[in-house]
């Protein structure tokens, strides 16, 4: 069974950034499609960026020039570079793997609470 692990939340100051790590237990490269999505206090979750293999990335529109989402399938890892936090980025990020051969097909990581405030 795969498992998918989130690090590198935390407080952060309006403006600032952080780096979110994924890793994944076994081998990346099995999963078609990796994302991140987050949900904040009190809405649904919500999809923020996708990276399709081979290399096709994708973003919702309000972290467009802002986030970055990258994986290392030699690492095993994905990434979600975010800068410019605002506040309304205050949510809990969760890691998200399909694989289209694997049983199941979706996974999910336990998520990881970043927090934007002065």
């Known amino acids: 069974q795969v498992q998918l692990v989130e690090s590198g939340g935390g407080l952060v100051q309006p403006g600032g950034s952080l780096r979110l790590s994924c890793a994944a237990s076994g081998t990346m490269s099995v999963f078609d499609t990796m994302a991140w999505y987050r949900e904040a206090p009190g809405k649904q979750r919500e999809w923020v960026a996708s990276a399709i293999l081979p290399a096709k990335f994708n973003y919702v529109d309000s972290v467009k020039g802002r986030f970055t989402i990258s994986r290392d399938n030699g690492k095993n890892t994905m990434y979600l570079q975010m800068t410019s936090l605002q506040p309304e980025d205050t949510a809990i990020y969760y890691c998200?793997?399909?694989?289209?051969?694997?049983?199941?097909?979706?996974?999910w990581g336990q998520g990881t609470q970043v927090t934007v405030s002065s």
């Open positions: 998200y793997a399909y694989g289209r051969r694997l049983t199941p097909t979706v996974y």
